[in-house]
């Protein structure tokens, strides 16, 4: 499952609206009262378990359904929930839990906590995600010795939650770690990290303290994500195996990083106010990336590196076969994405998503103007800024692209609700015309729905 | 790269000729493929199977060990949008009985979504359940799980 931000019970798949009024017939229905258990048991493993307990109710052969499918979740449940959560887990009969998930905002005390981790743990549990959210909880060391558990989520959300464990950490099954707002040391995740000999992806997202991650020794990582807030010191990386990179870095000056093997990257970078340093900063982030074959720049790296560009910064050369472009269309990018366009001699294809995030930290455009005010620069003026959306503006974009670069095979434009209704339309007529012309295929689509993590 | 193609046969004699590595996503077929190029599924109606490979068709390349990416998540969700609760039903039976791993999920998940929030009765008239509880039994079920119950009607 997808590994992003906070957990939810459960991947949007939202339901049709045609469904309300199906019939279903009586073949089916017979069909449907003759499923076996364990597909019965399927559905009910994505419930979360407050919906699930209530199938018990339905008839006899559902009684104890519920208690023996594979997965628990609690999440945001009523403040009261705990004594019922014990009650719930004295009935459970299955021997293997494979996904216990809990989020525990709104319980009155974290006081039962230990145990539930010991129950899942004593369950053989495979997948586990605890959200504290605000509660203050320490992890107990019980924890760190396991080997059933392949994946675990962990989000703290309150500063005042360490996660550094006093004995030597053995996670030996463990593929997928993700920990979120959390005061973990450099100590401990080098500890964490002896002890996961299989890590394949690690997450850390808005850990403050982390300031060196040496990820050498880890040669089966391969994908990591980073996110920092703006003002939060940097981390030294050295990951010299991993392919897959997403970076939000901070806007304090980065030390150098190693990652030399990467093949996949997606960048960005929070900053409110802009400064001399953060255009050195935001190129070197690029050259560190120029093998890269899969690249994404975020919003706020293509501003600065608009501002880089105005003031003659030079950029490396980039052997990027697929480029996307996470960022809405402006004049405040317009000068960067031409130049790595113009850097990028092997580029297949380009994806330009307005819409992308939901969290992007945008860099307010008034800071942008003071700044290139105070060493005397322009914008181009025949762009306009970001928030102003005209067909005209991505009709333009779409053909400085196609005359900026002659390698491109595909572009897909994400801009169906960035720009609406009789515009869209229009834009969608002159396609085929700007596609024929150029000999690249052009589509046009809807905005990513970005799902956020299940656990 | 290989093209070997495989031809996949429904229980009402539809035909569907695929990759091999598609076919393979259906993780009941590499036991079946012998020197044998067609493959005969009895349990399996061509309306069916149908949904099934283009969802392979699709998933082809996923790596179990990634991500899931965006897009992909984005196209399921609107792959099953367009399923009818019937076809839902039958589409899982099908899925589970050929392995499909991912697609059983997807297809539980979707409809565990749905019924997420019924009240009994909806619940019941959907998986065609009789209810064969005294209603002192059944009101003895809800308090001991009052909890659960507490914010439906």
Known sequence: MADEGRATAMAATGSPSNRHSDIIAKEAGDLISRLHDDILQLILSYLPTRFAIRTSALSRRWRHLWSDTWSLSFYRDR?????SINRI?????????MSFRICSSRLDKLADMDSWI?????RNVENLSLDLDWGKYDIPDFLFINSSIKQLYLIFGCYTNDMNPKCSVSWISLKTLSLYDCNISDESIANILSGCPILESLSLLFCNKLRVLDLSKSPRLLTLEIKRYCDMEPTQLVAPHIRCLRLRNSGKPCALFDVSSLSQAEL??????????????????????????????GANILKILSLAELRGVSFPKLKAKALTLDTMIS???????????????DLKKLTIQPMGSAFTYHIPEKHIDIYLDSHGLNWDQSW??????????????MQLVLKTTKTLELIVARVKGYIKGRCFVELRQMVPMLSRNNNVSIVLSSRKKRCRATG | MSSNKIVLTSSDDESFEVDEAVARKLEIIPDMIADDKAILLQNVTGMILAIIIEYCKKHVDDVDSEAKNELVMTWDAEFMKNIDMET????????????????????????????????????????????DYTPEEEEELRKQNEWAFKDLN
């Open chain 1, 331 to 345: 004049r405040y990018v317009i000068p960067g994405i031409v130049r790595v366009l113009q850097n990028s001699p």
């Open chain 1, 118 to 122: 010991n129950f899942a743990m004593s």
């Open chain 2, 88 to 131: 839902l039903f039958k589409l899982l039976i099908a899925a589970d009985y050929l392995k499909v791993k991912g697609l059983i999920d997807l297809t539980s998940n979707t409809i565990a979504d749905y019924v997420k929030d019924k009240s009994p009765k909806e619940f019941r008239e959907i998986f065609n359940i009789e209810n």
């Open chain 1, 89 to 97: 887990l004295d009935r459970y009969r299955a021997p293997k839990l």
């Open chain 1, 384 to 397: 306009s800024s970001e928030f102003n959306v005209e067909l005209k503006q991505v009709a333009s974009f």
């Open chain 1, 268 to 297: 960005d970078i929070a900053v409110y106010k802009i400064v001399d340093f953060h255009q050195t900063m935001v190129v070197k982030m690029l050259e560190k990336c120029q093998n890269v074959e899969k690249l994404t720049l």
């Open chain 1, 79 to 83: 403040p009261d929930a705990a004594a």
